[in-house]
């Protein structure tokens, strides 16, 4: 999982503990109150932005591959006009590298004017494999100010640094969920300072994000911190040609963490070794552990046997998603007389012809486009319909497929791609954040129908077409057969 999703600094601070008055906003809304001190962020007329808010200690020294700490409280004002820092990473996929180890920070966005009643409050967690990505990379003012709704970006420990197991390492491989609840649990105590409602929390996050919800939502410990979830492009039971699980046992994972060759033979050893020492296996620790204090069931078993909180819950997924990783993964064009072959080596001899029946090549020379188009229905859609099939026994459950066709590609130096990349992973998140990519008027139109879609969810739970699954692409929104169009029936018989 994190192989396919992969290729897919703030400075320690010494703060005295000091009592602070009560949370609330002063100076125009610029400096905020939180439980810890104030922050000074940055006001425009339209919104308000905070970063660098810290919402667990520094995850340093001894705080290495523990569960997030208490942070200190701080005197006077905290500068909180610049985003928040990358957590230590490997470049990859435009995101730049990272050494910075101090990262458990986030990002709040709101209106400019005070709200007449406590707004509701949207979290999101990024994507990335759970091994790249950053809070400060998405932002948030369109959802903000067009939802007026208080939008948290978050961080949380990543690859090496978050999903690390060794055995005898307390709650191995479980350190970047327990961040993602930190911080949840900073928005129970804080949102109201912001001008937010704690009892209406929404979390929402795609890809790795997607599942970090999923996770949470299996999570006894999250109980009470949001009242709906939103998951994009991640079901919670993600089959991977190949991959038996997208989660792993803390069992497998303290196994993984003992074969590195790092050098060390416990653990104190290891919390001495330097960031640049462990990003060398950074990438091997992109799949969080269950069986954990944090996540003590597989969220896909907790999703089948309905022990998850009961929450409404929307799940959707991006009509191509298996463009973004066949590009990567086959760079050149692959030919159609080998087509059949890729599919055995990635399904099965046994399961080939059928396939290949399903998804027969059209005559364009290179078979990349038809395996893109297996690899979506069998890893993200199919999975996605059985997670919303799954949920909708004990919750309300809406859903989506994303479809426009021409997003401009947000991921640079991708390869040419027969007939384009069409709806790949991740397109949807252009029209949701203000990611500096430039949308038709048509593509501007479904923006804004789909921030107020999100915004009206977080509000009421429906984002307004109820249940089944709403077809989204510029120029056509519609309720769609979801199942039927991504071959849903073939993938359950496999």
């Not at 996929?93 to 920070?105: F, R």
């Not at 300072?193 to 997607?210: D, R």
């Not at 859903?399 to 640079?412: C, E, L, Q, W």
Request: charged share 15%; with cysteine.
């Amino acid at each position: 999982m994190s192989r396919i999703l992969t290729v897919a600094a703030a400075a320690a601070m010494a703060l005295a503990v000091v009592q602070v008055p009560a949370a609330g906003a002063q100076g125009g809304g610029r400096v905020v109150q939180t439980d810890k001190g104030a922050v000074s962020g940055t006001v425009t007329s339209t919104y308000r932005t905070f970063g660098t808010i810290p919402f667990a200690a520094p995850p340093v020294g001894e705080n290495r591959w523990r569960d997030p700490q208490p942070a200190q409280a701080w005197r006077g004002v905290r500068d909180a006009t610049k985003p928040s820092p990358r957590c230590a990473q490997s470049a990859g996929l435009g995101e730049p590298a990272s050494e910075t180890e101090d990262c458990l920070y986030l990002n709040v966005t709101t209106p400019a004017k005070n709200p007449h009643k406590p707004r509701p409050v949207m979290v999101w967690i990024h994507g990335g494999g759970f091994t790249s990505g950053s809070a400060s990379s998405y932002d948030a003012r369109w959802l903000a100010t067009k939802n007026d709704a208080v939008v948290v970006t978050i961080n949380y420990r990543l690859g090496v640094f978050g999903f690390f197991g060794y055995p005898g390492l307390p709650e191995s491989g479980g350190f970047g969920i327990a961040d993602q609840q930190a911080a949840l649990k900073w928005v129970q105590r804080n949102a109201r300072a912001f001008g937010g409602n704690p009892a209406n929390v929404t979390i929402f996050g795609e890809s790795a994000g997607g599942l970090s919800v999923c996770a949470q939502l299996a999570s006894p410990r999250a109980a009470g911190l949001f009242a709906k979830a939103i998951i994009q492009s991640g079901p919670c039971a993600v089959k991977l040609p190949g991959v038996p699980s997208g989660w792993n046992s803390r069992q497998d994972v303290e196994k993984l963490g003992a074969a590195q060759p790092l050098g060390c033979t416990d653990v104190a050893c290891l919390r001495n070794l330097p960031v640049t020492k462990l990003l060398e296996v950074h990438a091997l620790f992109g799949t969080p552990a269950y069986d954990t204090r944090v996540l003590p069931i597989d969220p896909a078993v907790a999703q089948r046997t309905g022990r998850v909180h009961r929450v409404p819950t929307m799940v959707g997924s991006t009509h191509d998603e298996g463009t973004l990783f066949v590009g990567l993964f086959y760079p050149a064009p692959v030919p159609e007389s080998g087509y059949r072959a890729q599919i055995a080596q990635l399904y099965g001899e046994a399961a080939a012809d059928r396939i290949v029946a399903r998804y027969p090549v059209n005559g364009n020379a290179d078979a990349r486009d038809e395996i893109a188009a297996a690899f979506t229905d069998s890893s993200f859609a199919c999975g996605t319909h059985v997670t919303r099939q799954e949920l909708d026994r004990v919750t309300r459950v809406s859903g989506y497929d994303f479809s426009d066709a021409d997003v401009p590609m947000i991921f640079p130096d991708m390869p040419a791609f027969p007939g384009g990349y069409q709806a790949y992973h991740a397109a949807e998140l252009p029209l949701l954040f203000d990611l500096g990519v430039p949308l038709t008027p048509g593509q501007q139109k479904l923006s804004d129908y789909m921030i107020a879609a999100w915004g009206r969810f977080a509000r009421t739970g429906d984002p307004g077409w109820g249940a089944g699954v709403q077809w989204l692409a510029a120029g056509d929104v519609r309720k769609t057969d979801f199942a039927k169009d991504h071959n849903c029936d073939l993938w359950e018989q496999l």
